[in-house]
Structures are given as C-alpha cells and as structure tokens.
Nanobody
Framework: EVQLVESGGGLVQPGGSLRLSCAAS????????MVWVRQAPGKGPEWVAT????????YYADSVKDRFVISRDNVKNMVSLQMTSLKPDDTAVYYC?????WGQGTQVIVSS
C-alpha cells in the first residue's frame, strides 16, 4: 500500500520560511518522480514543484520559482520542500504525490 505522509506545516509570518517533508513507503520510491501540489481555500489544486526520480532535475511553478526548493533522499525515501520568502498567497494545504497517489496534506498558513 502506497503511503505518503507530509509534515512540517504551520503558521508563519510573511517573509518567513518553512520546510515540508514527506515520508514515502509502499512503492519503489527511487523509481518515481515526486511532486508537491497545493490547494488554497476555495481553489483547485495547483502544481508547485517536481523532482525527477534520481533527484537531478527539478521543475517549479512560476509562482514559487526562486523561493521554493524541492529535494529528495532516495535512501530515506523522503521528499522535501524548502519554502522561503513566504507570502499570504502561499497559504494552502500542501500535498506530496506521485502520478497516482497523494498524501493527506499539511496546512501552511502565511499570515501576520
């Protein structure tokens, strides 16, 4: 059974930083590209970032480029999202995902 468990969300002031983590199990993690997706209140899901299976290539949405960094550890089966210069518009539930499975999400609130 695929399991994706996110952690690290919380309340942060504008301009602050957070690091989200996702622990993966139940599949051969090193063979899969991993993504972070977010969903803001009242809006549809928004793709945030992708890291390819070997970790060598990453892709970002324009809205987070140069502020967020996605990375992975194929020994620990973890994927992370380092978020800096956070804005109120970054407020959302953040999910890590494969092409077919999502975790339960972790809430990020950016507010003063």
């Amino acid at each position: 059974e695929v399991q994706l468990v996110e952690s690290g969300g919380g309340l942060v002031q504008p301009g602050g930083s957070l690091r989200l983590s996702c622990a993966a199990s139940g599949f051969t993690f090193r063979n899969y590209d991993m993504v972070w997706v977010r969903q803001a209140p009242g809006k549809g899901p928004e793709w945030v970032a992708t890291v390819v299976s070997d970790g060598d290539t990453t892709y970002y949405a324009d809205s987070v480029k140069d502020r967020f960094v996605i990375s992975r550890d194929n020994v620990k089966n973890m994927v992370s999202l380092q978020m800096t210069s956070l804005k109120p518009d970054d407020t959302a539930v953040y999910y890590c995902a494969t092409l077919t499975d999502w975790g339960q999400g972790t809430q990020v609130i950016v507010s003063s």
